[in-house]
C-alpha cells in the first residue's frame, strides 16, 4: 500500500484513541468528584459516550475491514441511543427514592415526591 | 515508525482507560446510595470494554471486538434492570 496513505491511517488511529481515552478518563473523574448523583450522571453519559464512539472508531479504522467499520459505526449508534436511556431511568428511580440535590443546585421543577403509578 | 506510533497510543490509551477503570470502581466499593454505586458498575463495563477494544487493537484479533459489541449490550440490558428494580420493586411486572 501507499506508506503516506499508511502513515496517515496510523496517525488517525492514534488520534483517536489518545482523544476517545482522554473522554473516558474525564468522565470517570466527573464520576469521582461532582457532588450529587445528578450531576455525575451527566459526565457518565455524555462524555463517556463520546469517548466510547472515538475508541470505538479507532478500532473500526485500525483494521481497514468494511464489515468491522460498519459494526463499529452501529455500536457507536447503539451507545448513543441506549446511554440516555439508562441515565434517565436511573435519575428517575433515585428522584422517585427522595435522592436531595446537592446544595449548590438552584431550583428542582419536579415534584420531590412523586406518586407510584398504578397499573 | 507508525507501527510505532499506534503502540505508544495504545499504551497510554490503556494507562488512562485504567485510571477511569480505578475511579468507577472506588465509586462503586464507596457511593453513597443504591443509584451511585449503579452509575459506578455502568461506567466500569463500559471502561472494561473500551479495555477490551484497545486489546483487540495490539493483537489485531477481532475476536475481541466482538466480545466488546456483547459486553455492551448485556451492560446495558443489566442497568436498565437494577434501575427498574429501585424503581418498582420488581423486574418484570
Redesign the interface.
Known amino acids: 500500500m501507499n506508506p503516506v496513505l ?2 496517515a ?3 488517525l ?3 483517536l ?2 482523544v ?3 473522554f ?2 474525564l ?3 466527573g ?2 468528584r461532582f457532588p450529587d ?1 445528578y450531576t ?2 451527566h459526565a ?1 453519559s455524555k462524555a ?1 459516550t463520546i ?2 464512539g472515538l ?2 472508531l ?2 473500526g479504522v ?2 481497514l ?1 468494511a464489515a ?1 467499520l460498519i ?2 459505526l452501529a ?1 457507536f449508534f ?2 448513543v441511543l ?1 446511554a440516555p ?2 441515565a434517565h ?2 435519575a ?3 428522584h ?2 427522595g ?1 436531595k440535590l446537592t446544595k449548590l443546585s438552584v431550583v428542582d421543577q419536579l415534584p420531590q415526591k412523586e406518586e ?1 403509578r398504578r ?1 | 515508525m507508525m507501527e510505532l506510533s499506534i503502540i505508544w497510543s495504545i499504551l497510554i490509551a490503556q494507562i488512562m482507560l485504567g485510571l477511569a477503570m480505578a475511579f468507577a470502581f472506588f465509586r462503586m466499593v464507596r457511593g453513597p446510595r443504591a443509584q451511585d454505586r449503579i452509575l459506578g458498575l455502568d461506567t466500569l463495563y463500559i471502561n472494561a470494554m473500551l479495555m477490551l477494544l484497545t486489546f483487540g487493537i495490539r493483537t489485531a484479533n477481532t475476536l475481541y471486538f466482538e466480545s466488546a459489541l456483547i459486553v455492551a449490550l448485556i451492560g446495558f440490558v443489566s442497568s436498565i434492570a437494577f434501575g427498574k428494580f429501585l424503581m418498582r420493586g420488581e423486574i418484570i411486572e
Do not use: C, E, W
Open positions: 499508511n502513515m491511517i496510523a496517525v488511529v492514534a488520534a484513541l489518545i476517545g481515552a482522554v473516558s478518563l468522565a470517570a473523574i464520576i469521582l448523583l455525575r450522571m457518565a463517556g469517548g466510547s475508541l470505538l479507532a478500532a485500525h483494521s475491514d468491522i459494526r463499529a455500536g447503539f451507545f441506549t436511556i439508562s431511568l436511573l428517575k428511580a433515585a422517585q427514592a435522592y407510584p397499573r
